[in-house]
């Protein structure tokens, strides 16, 4: 068996001197698949999120990236060996522009960006429209876009997206999972912590059930979907 292309491997660990958050708890996702974290509130889902993009310490286990290990490394080395993060809130420059937003991402880049943003707008059209907007105005769920479509210009191997569809409606929900989707089917891994779980299984490849930062249930989304034990705990019968 080879290795996941990117894994928090038996990570336990918390934030500052604090006490531990995850225990043994591991999270991989392959090339061009789709890996979702769910579970309870307080269940530490998007605490291993964080873990694996380095943003709290690992204190036990290990993250590695295409074979190599990154656990020491900060979250901006991250970023440059290939990893985009949207955090769930403040993840927009409100008073910039849409364009603006997304040249932001390439901040790293030293190539031209042009094809990248043709790409962006592509699969988001309305940012293209919207390109002049500042981020500020614009619905919930096109700042979402503007947020991943950001993340996107880095030109990430692996995209991590913590909650992505908090907070909007069942619609604008089930259009950005088809870009997510979109967006996998390029090659990136897809790395998603989602309150939605029975919709976010329903798209992917494997989901991890954490409960108290521990793992509970490892499988296919749709393996978990027809669990009954799954379904009765966590998927509301």
Partial sequence: MTEPFLIGDTM??????????????????????????????????????????????VRQGAVRLGGEDITKLTPQARVAKGMGFVPQTNNIFTSMTVEENLEMGAFLRHDDIAQTMAQVYELFPILHEKRNQAAGELSGGQRQQVAVGRALMTQPTVLMLDEPTAGVS??????????????????ISILMVEQNARQALEIADKGYVLVQGRNAYTDTGKALLADPEVRKSFLGG
Avoid at 170 to 187: H, N
């Fill in 12 to 57: 336990s660990g918390g934030y500052g001197s604090g006490p531990d958050i995850l225990h043994d708890c591991t999270v991989s996702v392959d090339k061009g698949e789709i890996a979702v974290i769910v579970g309870p509130n307080g269940a530490g889902k998007s605490t291993a999120m964080k873990a694996v993009f380095g943003m709290l310490d």
């Fill in 170 to 187: 069942p619609i604008v929900m089930d259009e950005l999972f088809d870009r997510i989707i979109e967006v996998a089917r390029t090659g």
